[in-house]
């Protein structure tokens, strides 16, 4: 069995574990508190307000940088899709949990509840791909999540990424719990700071060519065409 088709296999356990409450729960209400449980015990919090609100000011330094039609892969309630649609866009959100993209059509937005490693519209044909809100964790193996981007964008479009603010390459087991004893069933994520980002996207096929951080939050721009343009370091 291929590497993919591993990464697709623990994609599809994080799928049921995402689908499950206390997630589920939490936007339902549009609120946590919500976190991801390391084994270590350390916790991750889920910022589920701000997912649920509209676009915030680093969101937007996000939508401007968007070109093309947008796939938003992991969109959650869907607030960048729905964004982007009023923007003009042709935007389609992807979620493993039916209450996200349940929420993201109520928001304006479209979505389709599947994993980004199962077929998807326009493949290929994307101008924009999105991983936002720590997205490059999915499936907890970064390599097969660029590579699978890159099969999604079109020639020459681009891979937005938020990253971790910290210098961080992890792949770490988690699960989603509440703080008041919900849980959900462990699977794998992963965290990337800008170096270990850019060094996975080049052997991914994508060219860095911009970084940019505001409100404490730090984001990637990649490529899929060679430009000479300010990379990583």
């Known amino acids: 069995m291929g590497d993919d088709a591993v990464t697709a296999q623990l994609t599809a356990s994080a799928a049921r574990a995402w689908q499950a409450d206390p997630y589920a729960d939490a936007l339902r209400a549009g609120q946590g508190p919500l976190y991801l449980r390391r084994r270590d015990g350390r916790l991750l919090p889920l910022d589920v307000e701000r997912w ?3 676009p915030d000011a680093a969101d937007a330094t996000v939508l401007s940088r968007c070109t093309g039609p947008v796939l938003d892969i992991g969109c959650g ?11 003009g866009h042709a935007a389609l959100g992807v979620d493993v949990t039916p209450e996200a993209v349940a929420r993201t059509v109520r928001a304006g937005g479209s979505a389709l509840c599947r994993s980004v490693f199962d077929p998807l519209p326009r493949e290929g044909g994307w101008g924009t791909v999105l991983l936002i809100d720590g997205n490059i964790g999915i499936g907890g193996d970064p390599a097969a999540l660029l590579r699978r981007s890159a099969a ?4 020459g479009g681009s891979l937005l990424v938020e990253v971790a603010t ?8 988690v699960h989603v719990e509440d703080g008041t004893g919900g849980r959900g069933t462990p699977f794998w994520w992963a965290r990337l700071g800008t170096r270990a980002l ?31 343009q300010p990379s990583c370091t």
């Open 77 to 87: 309630p869907g607030r960048l899709v729905a964004a982007l649609a009023g923007l």
């Open 152 to 155: 999604l964008a079109a020639p």
């Open 198 to 228: 850019c060094a996975a996207a080049r052997a991914a096929g994508w060219t860095p060519y911009d970084t940019w951080e505001t409100t404490d939050r730090h984001f990637v721009h990649l490529t899929r065409r060679p430009v000479h």
């Open 52 to 54: 649920c609100a509209e």
């Open 166 to 173: 910290a210098d961080v390459d992890e792949r770490v087991e």
